[in-house]
């Protein structure tokens, strides 16, 4: 690295640092696009944020510099996910404000991360990665402007291999600890990937295989455990309203929408359903 005449880095390495933190961000962007549909690799989600936690080793930049950049390597992810808010013209404007909302949380991972490394003391992956990535899930899903729990990094892996009679496979946990606990989880992974196998993190490296272990193979008992017959008829009402309803849904067209939904649940109810099921905000 080079460094000028008082020892500070340099101009050169600065902007190295920097653009090293940008491809980490992108190779973050790269993994969870292909966990999820329609590639639905949902093995990737496993080591999506590895390359963020290589981020935070990062040296020759502000641990707040590198956190930036590499937040910013994420954007190409949130934008291609969320771009059919402008092609569908919901709210073009509002893409703009989310984007860069969402590449705050991995900014925000890697800049935390980098403070809790203590830039060269080091710092057991296998177990900071989960609870960094973890409570800022929790913040970004559940709190910050009323929660946007939307691609999250355990999302993929409800389409990984099931077992028996079809309980979810990795997704099992889900119904205990939530979709936050399996991302959780999955950052397991990540920082077993991420972790250097150095005397200091090897305990915590062979505690998180256990967990691991205990995760893969809990699926197949709890699967085993499952009997009875536990189907259910669901009735979906279809209403096919145009996206664009959310900025030019004028009173009239409410009440007669309303109207025809009105009919098509009464019309799903004849057929014996146990549930009726409509889509999100269409009342």
Known sequence: MRQDATGNPGQRGRWGARLRALACGLAFSGLMTLAFPPIGWWWCSLIAIAPLILATSLTGARPRSVGVWAGLGTSVFWAQTHLWIWTEDVAPLGLVFLVPLLCVYPGLFVWLGARLA??????????????????????????????????????????????????????????????????????????????????????????????LVAWVGLGPVLAHRETGDRTMRIGVVQTNVAQDNKIGWRPVDQLRDFQRFAELTVEAARRGPDLIVWPETMA
């Not at 296998?126 to 402007?145: C, H, M, N, S, Y």
């Not at 606990?181 to 090897?202: N, Q």
């Open 118 to 211: 203590g830039r060269g003391r080091g710092v057991a992956w296998v177990w900071a990665a989960p609870l960094l990535w973890g409570g800022l899930e929790a913040v970004r899903a559940l709190v910050a402007f009323d929660g946007y729990p939307w691609f999250l990094l355990g999302h993929p892996l409800i389409d990984a291999p099931r077992w028996g009679s079809g309980a979810p496979g990795l997704a099992w946990p889900a119904a205990y600890v939530g979709a936050i606990g399996v991302s959780a989880l999955a950052a397991v992974a990540s920082g077993l990937v991420a972790d250097p196998w150095r005397r200091r993190a090897r305990r915590w490296s062979i505690a998180g295989l256990v967990v």
